[in-house]
């Protein structure tokens, strides 16, 4: 579980209900102020995170559709000089390029999604911490007026489980996630894949290269 896991989680929890089921609310919600202004820290630094990523996708998308228009032109000449092997060595090139477009762009769509997603948690983790903090000068106030000077029984912060929950919740989905990677893929079926991609790509450019050679008239 990342950030927005945790964010999520802890805007979900009745915060007030933690408050009232407090031992020393004059302590723990100062501790609970720190957990959630802790957990913002990280939330704008991700988000900070996300923004450099979506720029780094871009400049890549940039620059693999300049690629794509070099290996194009590339084949052309090589149609023009009557070299088909170099112009399916181009073609094949350019079709690299363009399945590794779809991969960045699949990842720039999918990096905009989860900065949104973590803009509009940490929006909300900060609404509830304003909330949180309007309660803890009466809070305190009331403690102080209250305390009876005998021993309170130290408690755990209301949120100090969520980093020990999320590192098994880690661990469980990263297992999950490797054995449905390798269910099913023994080295036989891999050995298959690879053939049956090569050929497609054969295939591919085959094609790409009798469509070029159509539009240039050759």
């Not at 501790?31 to 995170?49: F, I, K, L, T």
Request: proline share 1%.
């Amino acid at each position: 579980m990342g950030i927005l896991g945790r964010l999520s989680t802890l805007i979900k929890s009745n915060v007030n209900d933690a408050i009232d089921s407090m031992q020393d609310p004059g302590k723990e919600i100062d501790q609970m102020v720190r957990d959630m202004e802790d957990y913002a820290r990280q939330a704008r630094a991700e988000v900070g995170r996300c923004i450099a990523d979506e720029r780094l996708l871009e400049k890549r998308l940039q620059t693999i559709e300049g690629e794509i228009g070099d290996w194009q032109k590339r084949a052309e000449t090589a149609v023009q000089a009557a070299d088909d092997g170099l112009a399916k060595e181009a073609l094949a090139r350019k079709t690299e390029k363009e399945t590794e477009r779809g991969e960045v762009r699949k990842a720039l769509q999918e990096q905009g999604v989860y900065g949104d997603q973590l803009t509009t948690a940490l929006k909300a983790l900060e609404a509830r911490l304003q909330e949180v903090k309007l309660r803890q000068g009466t809070l305190r106030a009331k403690a102080r007026s209250t305390r009876d000077g005998g021993a309170l029984t130290p408690k755990t912060s209301a949120f100090g489980e969520f980093d020990r929950m999320a590192s098994k919740i880690d661990a469980v989905e990263a297992e999950a996630g490797l054995d449905a990677e390798l269910s099913g893929r023994s080295t036989e079926s891999l050995a298959a894949e690879r053939r049956l991609n090569a050929m497609a790509s054969e295939s591919s450019v085959d094609d790409a290269l009798a469509e070029l050679k159509r539009k240039l008239g050759k």
